[in-house]
C-alpha cells in the first residue's frame, strides 16, 4: 500500500472517528438525534441475544439474527461499537475499490479520484458513523468481485451465500454471476485473465464507442440459436457456484430457523417480499399503498409490484452481464428506482459500485455529469420539501408528494441512460479467442 492511498485511508478514518464521537455529543444535547432509529432496533436486538431472548421480540426488527449477534459488543463494551464496526467496513470498501482498479491497471491519479468519491461522499460518509450495516454489504459485494477476479470460486460462492442471508437484496446478482462463470473465460483450474484499463480504449470511449453502441457476439449467437443456451448453461464452475452459495445459505437459514423458528423467517425474509410501507417514501407505489393499506392486499398484488423490476433485471444482465461490476450498478440503480419502498440508505447500494466503472465512463464532470448530478439532487431536495410540508406542518400534500415521487424516477431513469449511453463496455474477463489473439501478437 503506497503512502498517498494509506494517507487518504487514514483521513477518511479519522473523518469518521470526528463524526462518531460528535454523534455521541448531539445525541445528549440536541433534540434531533444523530444516530440513525435503525441502529437502535439494532441495539436493542443485540441487547436481547445477549440475554438468551430472540431478536424478533424487539418490534421492527427485520434482519438476519447474525446482525444482532455481531452487536453483542454494544451491550458489553460501547453502545458505539456497532458504529466503529459500520465505519470500517465503510473504509474497506475503499481499500477494496482500490484493489479492484488496480487489477485492472488504472492509472493510480484515476484510481485515487476514484476511491475519493467513495470515501468522502457525504451520502456514504454519514451511514456508518450514524449506524447503518449497509457497508458491511458493501464491502462483501466489492469482495465477491475480488475473489472472482482472483479466480477463487470457491469464497466467492462462499460470501455470496452469507451476504444473501444477511442482507436479501443481493440475490439480484446471481444472474451477471453465472454469465462470467463461461468456460471461454472463467475455469477452476486457471486464474482468469482480467480486461485491464488501456488509453486506447479510453480514447475510443471519447470517440463514442459505449455500451449504447457495443455488440457482443456472444448474445448474437445465443439470439440465432436459442437451445445454445441451455447446452452451455451446466457447467463445472457454475455448479460449484450454485451449490456452495446455496449451501451457506440454507445453512444459516436453517440454523437460526431451528433458533427462533417461524418468526425468524418471517421477519428476516418473508416481510420483504410482501413488504407495503403506507409510509411516505421516494417509491412511486407509496400513495397507493396509503390509499388502500387498510384493505390488505393480497399475496398476488403484493408480488405483482416486482414484475417490473424483474423485467428490467433481465433486460439489463442480458446486455451487459459480461461486465461485471457495470451490471451490478445498472442492476442496484434500477431494483432501487422500481422498489416498492425507497428509503436514502438504499443509495449506498449503488454508490459502492460507482468508483469501480467510473474509469470506463466518458462522462465529463463539466457539463454532462454535472447536469446529472445537479438533476438527480435537485428532484430528491424537491421531494424533501413536500415530506417536510406533510410530516413536520401537516400540510396535505400526499398528491404533491406523490407527482415528486414520479420525478423521482424519472430523473433515476434519465440519470441511468445518460450514464449506461457514456459507459464504454469492457468484460471484467478475456475470452479464450481474445486471449490466443493476445498470444499470437507476443509471438510475433
Known sequence: MDCSFRSLLIIAALFRLILIIYGEWQDAHMEVRYTDIDYIVFSDA??????????????????????????VPNVIIHRSWGKLLFSAADLLVGFFVHSILKKRKVPEDLNYYCVAAWLFNPFTFTI????????????????????????NLFQAAFWYGLIVHFRIYPIIYSLPILVVLDQNEFQLAHTPL???????QRLSSQKGATAASYQDPVYRRYLCFPWQIFQNLMTKER??????????????????????????????????????????N????????????????????????????????????FRFGKD?????????????AFNKVITAQYFVWFFCLLPVILPWSNMRIKWRGLLCMVSWMGVQIHWLLWGYLLE??????????????????????????????NHRFSPIFVTSGQRGIADEKKVR
Open 46 to 71: 443485540a441487547s436481547l441475544v445477549a440475554s438468551g431472548k430472540s431478536p424478533y421480540e424487539r418490534s421492527t426488527y427485520r434482519y438476519s439474527p447474525l446482525l444482532a449477534y455481531l452487536l
Open 128 to 151: 456508518g458513523t450514524r449506524g447503518n450495516c449497509e457497508p458491511i454489504v458493501c464491502a462483501t459485494i466489492l469482495w465477491i468481485i475480488i475473489c472472482l477476479m482472483n479466480g
Open 194 to 200: 482480467i480486461t485491464k484499463w488501456t488509453l486506447e
Open 239 to 280: 455448479l460449484l457456484f450454485g451449490s456452495i452459495s446455496a449451501s451457506v445459505f440454507f445453512f444459516w437459514t436453517a440454523l437460526f430457523f431451528s433458533l427462533y423458528g417461524w418468526e425468524f423467517l418471517n421477519e428476516a425474509f418473508l416481510y420483504h417480499l410482501t413488504r407495503t410501507d403506507p409510509r411516505h
Open 282 to 317: 421516494f417509491s412511486i407505489y407509496f400513495y397507493h399503498i396509503y390509499l388502500h393499506h387498510q384493505l390488505e392486499f393480497s399475496v398476488l398484488e403484493r408480488l405483482i409490484s416486482f414484475l417490473p423490476q424483474l423485467v428490467v433485471q433481465l433486460v439489463l444482465v
Open 324 to 336: 461485471l461490476p457495470f451490471c451490478f450498478f445498472v442492476q442496484t440503480v434500477a431494483f432501487v
Open 392 to 421: 413536520f406542518k401537516g400540510k396535505n400534500v400526499f398528491i404533491q408528494l406523490w407527482l415528486a415521487s414520479i420525478l423521482f424516477l424519472a430523473a433515476n431513469t434519465l440519470v441511468l441512460v445518460a450514464i449506461i449511453r
